[in-house]
């Protein structure tokens, strides 16, 4: 116990030395037939994420959108605006729910630290993931910076946001990776993705982005778990 404990406070310690993350990300990940972008804002303990995907072929055609997603940080909760259905629905972040999944099914996350490299215009930390459940094997390359502040959240592929809770974040924060994802490659058997960071903003976001609009009706599922195998 006192070593998780130390282990947590050495995480938290890292990301107060850096001053937090506040503005808009925008990134981009370029598909054989679509383009799939992804905006994430936060302004103090709030955030929120945006994505959709359109053809290459025609930008105007629509492929795919996600339920727009507003994260409590602190309250270590994530709300799911269901646009088609104009339900919001108040879940536990899914970081607290995929640790479950991973000591159920066995996954290991291991995470190496490559060396210094410039980025997109911004020095990086070039670090290396590698996750293992039974024989399937997966590779992520990820370059973060200091430079832009620490978000609560890393945007660290397609669809895919580590909360805090996620062993991926706690592993990266461990080995130093504070900080803003700049790329992110990923490598596994059938599937080569790159994501990069297109655009900054250290405009502080209108309050108003992480509101849940009248015409939703909410639905706290905020005790969800995953039930025990």
Known sequence: MKIILAALVSLFACRAAQAQFSGKLTYRIVNPTSTLTMVYYQNGNN????????????????????????????????????????????????GAMAQQVAAATNSTVTVQTIGAETVNGYACTHYQM?????????????????????????????????????????????????????????????????????????NPPNGSLFAVPSRYTLVDRSQMTIPAH
Do not use: C
């Open 47 to 94: 955030a929120r994420v945006d994505a959709r995907s359109v053809s290459n072929t025609d930008t105007t055609q629509v492929v795919n959108v996600q339920d727009t997603l507003l994260f409590d940080l602190a309250a270590h909760k994530t709300t799911h605006l269901q646009y088609k259905t104009g339900m919001a629905y108040i879940m536990p972040n899914t």
């Open 130 to 202: 590698l996750g293992k459940t039974g024989s399937y094997v997966s590779k992520r390359e990820i370059w973060v910076t200091a430079s832009l502040g620490t978000p609560g959240i890393q945007v660290a592929g397609g669809y895919l946001y580590w909360t805090p809770e996620f062993v991926q974040e706690t592993k990266l924060l461990a080995a130093g990776g504070a900080g803003v994802v700049v790329k992110s490659l990923v490598n596994m058997p059938g599937l080569m993705t790159t994501m990069d960071l297109i655009a900054v903003d250290t």
